[in-house]
């Protein structure tokens, strides 16, 4: 059996509008009407999708919580501060809350960037993307450099307790200068945290019909992600996840939950759950269409293909989360979060540690360098 109350649990709340879809974009958002966002109805179907979840995690606590998007930072400031206290008075919270939100650099959403602090957000990530307008045009962004560094300024003048800065590399006709160029501009603020995406070209997205010219290829990338990673680690910025990286204690909590395999309730259109409970880990997720979220929350309607994991998944979802954190995992961790006893990934940790693409120390299994950089690989040991 599964000690549920032991993993910890937190909240995603999933804001599905944008001013304008961006051509590489393959998250659930959808340009929102000239009328604007229907924050009143949306706040009620969050309720309502919040108190159905309930009976599945009572006496729990929420310990992070992650307005994501699309663009949460469009909401207006009394609906951020409506729903936070919406959420506080239906579950409990830890007393030390993480709560961050993803936020655009746009002007309008940076005059609100103090009402957000008032309202309770604690940590604002901001999508800057990169500090040259060139790429921000490719990249069809809104705002332009200008923007970005007034979005930081303003960050930091509004003491949120954290923020992470999001940019993108791997850019049309970029080069390792030009990438160096862009982190460095967001070296200059200290930032406690940096997310580094390398751009892919997802389905379903303007992108992949008409892709866009002059793409590094792999030799490049990879010679571009060594320079930044070395760059950031410079700065006192540790690359701990993938695409992540912070300072010593300003690693983003929540991320680091899934990471480790722990539970979250996703509320909002499209957003996806993952809850222990006695019997198992299930998944499912809610209506990808806001509308269609909004006339069904609260019904059975609103869960969307929702399976029990079999051992065969957990397993595999375990590995595929738990190795994208530099530090591994440790194999107690690994039971408490699927239920299994840790033998059944003894032989595939064991055929990693021969290839040269794991080490073991007493209970914490992690990647060397080399099974970080060919993650998949080491995946498939464990399918
Ligand atoms: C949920 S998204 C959007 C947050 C916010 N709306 C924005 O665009 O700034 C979070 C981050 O994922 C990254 N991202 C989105 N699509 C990507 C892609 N195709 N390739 C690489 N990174 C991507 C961007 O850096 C983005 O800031
Ligand atoms: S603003 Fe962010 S979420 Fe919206 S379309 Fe662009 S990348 Fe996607």
């Given at each position: 059996m599964i000690a549920k109350a032991a993993i910890p649990l937190s909240l995603y709340i999933h804001i599905p509008w944008c001013v304008r879809k961006c051509p590489y974009c393959d998250f659930n958002s959808h340009q929102a009407d000239r009328s604007g966002i229907p924050e009143q109805e949306y706040l009620a179907a969050l309720f309502k999708d919040l108190e159905q979840l309930l009976p599945r995690v009572w006496g729990r606590r929420i310990s992070t919580i992650f307005f994501g998007g699309g663009t949460p930072s469009l909401l207006s400031a009394d609906t951020v501060s409506n729903l936070l206290s919406g959420i506080r008075a239906r579950i409990p919270c830890i007393p030390v809350l993480e709560i961050t939100m993803e936020a655009n650099p746009g002007s309008l959403e940076v005059e609100k960037f103090q009402q957000f602090r008032d309202a309770g957000i604690t940590r604002l990530s901001v999508g800057v993307q990169s500090f040259s307008d060139q790429n921000l045009q490719v990249l069809g962004r809104i705002h332009d450099s200008e923007?970005?560094?007034?979005?930081?300024?303003?960050?930091?003048?509004?003491?949120?307790?954290s923020y992470n800065i999001d940019l993108m590399f791997g850019l049309p006709a970029q080069d390792i200068s030009a990438a160096q160029l862009d982190l460095k501009a967001a070296l200059a603020y200290q930032?406690?945290?940096?997310?580094?995406?390398?751009?892919?070209?997802?389905?379903?997205?303007?992108?992949?019909?008409?892709?866009?010219?002059?793409?590094?290829?792999?030799?490049?990338?990879?010679?571009?992600?060594?320079?930044?990673?070395?760059?950031?680690?410079?700065?006192?910025?540790?690359?701990?996840?993938?695409?992540?990286?912070?300072?010593?204690?300003?690693?983003?909590?929540?991320?680091?939950?899934?990471?480790?395999?722990?539970?979250?309730?996703?509320?909002?259109?499209?957003?996806?759950?993952?809850?222990?409970?006695?019997?198992?880990?299930?998944?499912?997720?809610?209506?990808?269409?806001?509308?269609?979220?909004?006339?069904?929350?609260?019904s059975n309607e609103a869960f969307v293909n929702e399976r029990k994991l079999d051992q065969k998944d957990l397993l595999l979802e375990f590995m595929i989360n738990a190795l994208r954190l530099q530090q591994g995992f440790t194999l107690q961790q690994f039971s408490l979060t699927t239920g299994l006893a840790s033998d059944v990934i003894s032989d595939g940790i064991n055929q990693a540690i021969?290839?040269?693409?794991?080490?073991?120390?007493?209970?914490?299994?992690?990647?060397t360098d080399r099974g970080f950089a060919f993650l998949s690989e080491v995946q498939l040991l464990f399918t």
């Open positions: 923007q970005a560094h007034r979005a930081i300024q303003s960050v930091i003048a509004c003491q949120f307790d930032p406690p945290h940096l997310s580094l995406y390398q751009l892919t070209i997802e389905a379903n997205t303007a992108f992949k019909i008409s892709p866009p010219e002059n793409l590094p290829d792999d030799d490049m990338l990879a010679d571009m992600q060594d320079v930044l990673v070395t760059e950031a680690a410079a700065a006192g910025l540790e690359r701990y996840e993938v695409s992540a990286y912070a300072t010593s204690s300003m690693q983003c909590r929540h991320n680091v939950n899934y990471w480790e395999f722990g539970d979250y309730l996703g509320i909002g259109a499209g957003a996806h759950s993952k809850i222990t409970d006695q019997t198992g880990v299930s998944r499912f997720s809610r209506p990808r269409l806001p509308k269609k979220y909004i006339a069904t929350a609260g021969r290839k040269g693409l794991m080490v073991k120390n007493n209970d914490r299994v992690k990647t």
